[in-house]
């Protein structure tokens, strides 16, 4: 099956600092990448949709200057939480979606981020 | 808003069939119904989807009625592994339609 990393698969930094999170399709080229974020015992929130070459589309509630998307390839999208709080303490999760034809999406394994 | 409905916990012996019910009572004829997983802090993983048929692959069967109003996902032999936070979603599987999330129910395997 398709395979999509994300890096790092844990960070800790302080109250202010920005960090960057990435999210790669290892074996085929993805379209399409979304971003989502899981508090816990919450469900999966959808946070923005991103696609190659194009600015990315955020959910009602979601603000595009804190939280960064880049999707410069058909294999990386990358996430970058600017100015993190502790309240942005959470587990990003990012999944792709293939070309023209391939409707289904493939979940990283989800980076957990801590803001000291 | 979710279009599922599915009960919050449920527990299952080791080794028995674990039967997990949703509700989607306002699918469309365009909606798929999906299945993924989530086991503790890492990202969900595909299961199954259908349309109207019964599906089955080598991880669980998905029942589906006729009316297609709901569905059951079925996991024959229970392993511990199985552990999990159990998500069923309706998606029409064309266009850009995105994946959204319920509550899922949280599945136990008991020893």
């Known amino acids: 099956g398709a395979v999509v990393s994300q890096h790092p698969s844990w960070v800790i930094c302080k109250s202010g600092t920005s960090v960057k999170i990435e999210c790669r399709s290892l074996d085929f080229q993805a379209t399409t990448m979304f971003w989502y974020r899981q508090f816990p015992k919450q469900s999966l929130m959808l946070m923005a949709t991103?696609?190659?070459?194009?600015?990315?589309?955020?959910e009602q509630g979601v603000e595009k200057d804190k939280f960064l998307i880049n999707h410069a390839s058909l294999t990386l999208s990358t996430l970058t939480v600017t100015s993190a709080h502790p309240e942005d303490s959470s587990f990003y999760i990012c999944?792709?979606?293939?070309?023209?034809?391939?409707?289904?999406?493939?979940f990283g394994p989800g980076t957990r981020l801590t803001v000291t | 808003d979710a279009k599922t409905t599915q009960p919050t916990s449920m527990d299952c012996a080791e080794g028995r069939a674990a039967n997990l019910p949703c509700n989607h009572s306002t699918i469309s004829g365009n909606e798929y119904v999906y299945w993924y997983r989530q086991i503790h802090s890492q990202g969900p993983q595909y299961i199954i989807h259908g349309l109207k048929n019964n599906e089955t692959n080598e991880m669980a069967s998905l029942i589906i009625t006729e009316d297609r109003k709901s569905s059951t996902l079925i996991l024959p032999h229970a392993t511990l592994r199985d552990t999990a936070v159990y998500y069923c979603?309706?998606?029409?599987?064309?266009?850009?339609?995105?994946?959204?999330f319920g509550t899922g129910t949280r599945l136990t395997i008991i020893p």
């Open positions: 991103s696609n190659e070459g194009s600015k990315a589309t955020y």
């Open positions: 979603i309706v998606r029409a599987i064309f266009g850009n339609e995105k994946l959204t």
């Open positions: 999944s792709a979606r293939g070309g023209t034809g391939s409707y289904e999406q493939y």
